[in-house]
T-cell receptor, first 110, second 111 residues
């Protein structure tokens, strides 16, 4: 998986609680991405980063925030989880061409 | 808005036959395209890519064709094997650092 580790791999949380997902890479790639995957929607971009402390919104960014304080780590935070955020979350890294994906985090909000 | 779509949500083929998975893209400014394979419970895996200055690119048992005139992309898999059963996504880069994905096609290989 191109040196990408997502944690946790599975999480169940309650509505209204904050949740942080972590993506760690060992490839020193400049670009990092968070996608969510839902049936019938494919992969949708939440946020991405083009460098340390440089981030931007994707197509489904509402309810999510991100931070990148180091090249190797990209954090995705759900400030107050909702049931609509139940999904599988994928982190990806890139050097500007194709992106390589982690194994995913399955998040269930109950 | 920008979108990447697929003609066939499910494709069933006989083992040993060739498979063709199609994809239509809407952004004429896109200059880079990728095919990914996703097996159950795993992240998408890069298969092959192509830039807009090419119309064909071959890999091991796979070929990607790009028709910019009609904004169409296809993935051809030769001698399809059971291990090819998965969901296949096309993705486009319309500029910048983002990849936009289609909703996927499931390939089922019959023994």
């Amino acid at each position: 998986d191109a040196g990408i580790t997502q944690s946790p791999r599975h999480k169940v949380t309650e509505t209204g609680t904050p949740v942080t997902l972590r993506c760690h890479q060992t490839e020193n790639h400049r670009y990092m991405y968070w996608y969510r995957q839902d049936p019938g929607h494919g992969l949708r971009l939440i946020h991405y980063s083009y460098g340390v402390k440089d981030t931007d919104k994707g197509e489904v960014s509402d309810g999510y925030s991100v931070s990148r304080s180091k090249t190797e780590d990209f954090l995705l935070t759900l400030e107050s989880a909702t049931s609509s955020q139940t999904s599988v979350y994928f982190c990806a890294i890139s050097e500007g061409g194709s992106a390589f994906f982690g194994q995913g985090t399955r998040l269930t909000v109950v | 808005g920008e979108s990447v779509g697929l003609h066939l949500p499910t494709l069933s083929v006989q083992e040993g036959d060739n498979s063709i998975i199609n994809c239509a893209y809407s952004n004429s400014a896109s200059d880079y395209f990728i095919w990914y394979k996703q097996e159950s419970g795993k992240g998408p895996q890069f298969i092959i890519d192509i830039r807009s200055n090419m119309d064909k690119r071959q890999g091991q048992r796979v070929t990607v064709l790009l028709n910019k005139t009609v904004k169409h992309l296809s993935l051809q898999i030769a001698a399809t094997q059971p291990g090819d059963s998965a969901v296949y996504f096309c993705a486009e880069n319309p500029g910048g650092y983002k990849l936009i994905f289609g909703s996927g096609t499931r390939l089922l290989v019959r023994p």
